[in-house]
T-cell receptor
Framework: KNQVEQSPQSLIILEGKNCTLQCNYTVSPFSNLRWYKQDTGRGPVSLTIMTFSENTKSNGRYTATLDADTKQSSLHITASQLSDSASYIC?????????????FGAGTILRVKS | EPEVTQTPSHQVTQMGQEVILRCVPISNHLYFYWYRQILGQKVEFLVSFYNNEISEKSEIFDDQFSVERPDGSNFTLKIRSTKLEDSAMYFCAGGMNGMAGELFFGEGSRLTVL
């Protein structure tokens, strides 16, 4: 059972364009949701962490939203750059029921073309 | 900026051999983790370590795996007798506040078992 589902699986956009990546989760109750950027062959790098009480959080050109009622989150990237090409991973921290672990989504592979 | 350092970056080994992967976490971190990512798949939790002992481990982390922090700085993952399916990228991560806070990942060690 996939507890964190991301869509689309992959996405190609032109440099300068905006895009939105989606994350739906079933982990409940949860305490926080994170978005990570992972370049090919590298470790994940944190973009945002949101608790259940936060609706939106920005980090430069990255804006994450969270709707804890519908268990959905999105990551919006504004004015994309070639360096934004990476996998974007949604990660949910579960409660003790999930062993207090981070549950990773499969990621959305974003490719920004010039 | 301090970072998590992992060695080796890539190790090739024969099936049945022992492998030790090393990590130097950020010095003021208290919580440490190992994750793995099989090529093309999700990041998976292996084990968490706090106060010099394992606090949690996944089903993947069987008795072929062990972790230790022998000298208060290095954090190692040992695989006693490697199997083909152990081929993956292994990430060390650390943080100040466990799952409540930011996690900082290393660049990973790629293990190839032949």
């Amino acid at each position: 059972k996939n507890q964190v589902e991301q869509s689309p699986q992959s996405l190609i956009i032109l440099e300068g364009k905006n895009c939105t990546l989606q994350c739906n989760y079933t982990v409940s109750p949860f305490s926080n949701l994170r978005w990570y950027k992972q370049d090919t062959g590298r470790g994940p790098v944190s973009l945002t962490i949101m608790t259940f009480s936060e609706n939106t959080k920005s980090n430069g050109r990255y804006t994450a939203t969270l709707d804890a009622d519908t268990k959905q989150s999105s990551l919006h990237i504004t004015a994309s750059q070639l360096s934004d090409s990476a996998s974007y991973i949604c990660v949910v921290r579960g409660s003790m029921e999930y062993g207090n672990k981070l549950v990773f989504g499969a990621g959305t592979i974003l490719r920004v073309k010039s | 900026e301090p970072e998590v350092t992992q060695t080796p970056s890539h190790q090739v080994t024969q099936m049945g051999q022992e492998v030790i992967l090393r990590c130097v976490p950020i010095s003021n971190h208290l919580y440490f983790y190992w994750y793995r990512q099989i090529l093309g798949q999700k990041v998976e939790f292996l084990v968490s370590f706090y106060n010099n002992e394992i606090s949690e481990k996944s089903e993947i982390f069987d008795d072929q795996f062990s972790v230790e922090r022998p000298d208060g700085s290095n954090f190692t993952l040992k695989i006693r007798s490697t199997k083909l399916e152990d081929s993956a990228m292994y990430f060390c991560a650390g943080g100040m506040n466990g799952m409540a806070g930011e996690l900082f990942f290393g660049e990973g060690s790629r293990l190839t078992v032949l």
